[in-house]
């Protein structure tokens, strides 16, 4: 089972999009998928239909980080693409970081739940964009990171807190956390600026960089409203040609 999280400390760089539309592509591609949603937006849980937008989910992420003995296992549930299933949150997640402040050893909460997973092959969790208690957690507990962004300057600058983080837990906590790969998402090769941002990043990260970048596309982005992968929106699409070919990037990259 590989433990994959996907984060990034600044908003708006495509996590969700591509933890739900990765996670699709492996499992068209025959893997058993587990998507975690341990953003308390719940973007994730909303796009694959488990919990509508302000409402509330039980059991949930919330209650693994809040009780004592609850297995992530247990709050696992299936959606409607095959071999891909959710453990899901909601709202009330972002009042866990208090719970686990107060709790002695509190950034190992989600190592010591994540028993009775052995049937998965890829599990996927969708990071908040923070470097909260809830975020540390998952890099206690996940070897690799996926690190999306745009191809603009500023989230860039969002990656050295990112990396002194890593370098924290790799130390403390997770001495086999790396990072796996950096994945340029929207991008738009008629803008000027992202083609020299896009430089600008593969200069910096080298073979860390993705061959496969997912392009800005119209129909990724009507996918969510319609609570539909893109692979199950729109399969004949370029960007859901990309993301077949990221997942198969991911199962060659190994651990």
């Not at 592509?25 to 973007?43: F, I, N, S």
């Not at 919990?51 to 709050?75: F, M, N």
């Not at 807190?161 to 994945?183: H, S």
């Not at 982005?221 to 859901?240: D, K, Q, V, W, Y």
Request: glycine share 6%.
């Amino acid at each position: 089972m590989r433990i994959i999280a996907v984060t990034n400390q600044k908003g708006g760089t495509t996590k969700t999009t591509t933890t739900v539309n990765l996670g699709a592509a492996l499992a068209q591609a025959g893997q058993q998928v587990l998507v975690v949603d341990a953003d308390p937006q719940a973007d994730a849980s909303i796009w694959l239909r488990q919990v509508d937008k302000g409402h509330a989910i039980s059991p949930s992420l919330y209650e693994v980080l809040t009780a004592d003995d609850l297995p992530l296992a247990d709050i696992v549930r299936p959606t409607t693409t095959s071999n891909l299933s959710i453990a899901p949150c909601d709202l009330r997640l972002a009042s866990a970081e208090l719970h686990l402040l107060g709790e002695m050893g509190g950034e190992l909460h989600l190592r010591r739940a994540m028993t009775g997973l052995e049937r998965f092959d890829y599990v996927l969790v969708d990071c908040a964009p923070s470097l909260g208690l809830i975020v540390v957690n998952v890099l206690c507990v996940a070897p690799e990171i996926i690190i999306p962004l745009q191809a603009e300057y500023l989230p860039m600058d969002a990656l050295v807190a990112l990396g002194e983080t890593v370098a924290k837990i790799r130390q403390l906590f997770n001495p086999a956390l790396r990072v796996m790969g950096v994945l340029v998402g929207r991008f738009s090769p008629t803008s000027d600026v992202r083609r020299d941002s896009l430089d600008a990043i593969q200069a910096r990260f080298g073979d860390l960089m993705f061959e496969t970048i997912i392009g800005q596309d119209v129909r990724l982005e009507e996918a969510p409203a319609h609570r539909l992968t893109i692979l199950e929106h729109a399969p004949a699409t370029r960007s859901a040609r990309q993301f077949l070919a990221l997942a198969q990037e991911v199962m060659s990259r190994g651990q």
